[in-house]
């Protein structure tokens, strides 16, 4: 990419102008093509003028091996790079939609300005230009009219039609279908009611299904561009963090970073596609009847822990703010405390048995 020309003595003079095009350039190349020793692939960043001069080079000392540009790809459909977004497939069914919603409001100018023949020797334009419900037209040369019906024939208003403009919007509604269908899209998932025959049950099975290319697309980015840039993260963070003192935003309390310590561990990530639905990371209604079989049998809460799966289930749900609820130490046995003499209030004393 021209990054060679940095070593001095394939360096090319510049040649001196107002203006010039400036380009930051990151790529894989070998340390000998910039006169230093060794032939292991490394990761350069180059700053080149006009695309002929290079006038700097730094190699990028990062423990990962990923240019620091990502370039991601939702939709894949064997056409490479070509491949259009999703705007763009649904452009042409947005231009054949406003086309005919443009021909029906011309219609209806049509019928507010509607058109007209005049004798411009007997009315003046300007006079019946204006689109006034009131309005007061002289007559020009009034002795060349001999009665009224030439009067009448001064001005010859052209009859109105609107023969299409029904079928218009008709198929403007059937684009834009088309274009939903293109999509993979429907109104339900647009937050909108949409009309069926269909139960509950089979809604809601329908509607599990309904987010497949929506999946596809998140899973795309995933691959393509999350996960380059969690190991990224992760790698710049063991390599470049410094010692000192961070706010944890999940208790609330700072926290001394040690690098040496951090490098030892592994950072772990964890993220959704942002289209799979809580449901299906945990079945509500199987989390209903696992805590009723607990509750009825005292083996499951102590095979597994039921308070750890309810927790987790209404993150799930969306609530965050679980941890501000939570009670410290001292909370937690003044709690225990209560309950324990509240249940002892409610048991009824045990009978004394006669000759005890």
Known sequence: MGLAGASGSNRTPISYKDQYLLTHIYCRALPSDFGARGNEVKVYHGIIINWATVIFTEELNVAHDYLPAYIMQPLEDGLGYQTQSMLDNTLPFQDMSSALWNISLESKRRLIFDRLVYNPR??????????????????????????????????????????????NLQMSEMISAMADQAAGQNKVDRGMFQKGNKTKTEFETTMQGSNSRQQLASLAIEHQFMTPVKETIKANTMQFQQTGMILNRDTREEVQIDPIELRKTTLEFKMTDGMLPADKLMNSDLLTVFLQTAQAMPAVGTEYDIMGMFLYWAKLKGATWLEDFKRNPGQQQQFLQTVQATTAAQTPPEPIQPGT
């Open 122 to 167: 007997m009315i003046d334009k300007k006079d019946i230009d204006p689109a006034s419900s009131v309005s007061r037209i002289p007559l020009r040369n009034a002795a060349m009219a001999k009665d009224g019906n030439e009067i009448a024939r001064a001005v010859y208003q052209i009859p109105y039609r609107e023969d299409n403009s029904a079928s």
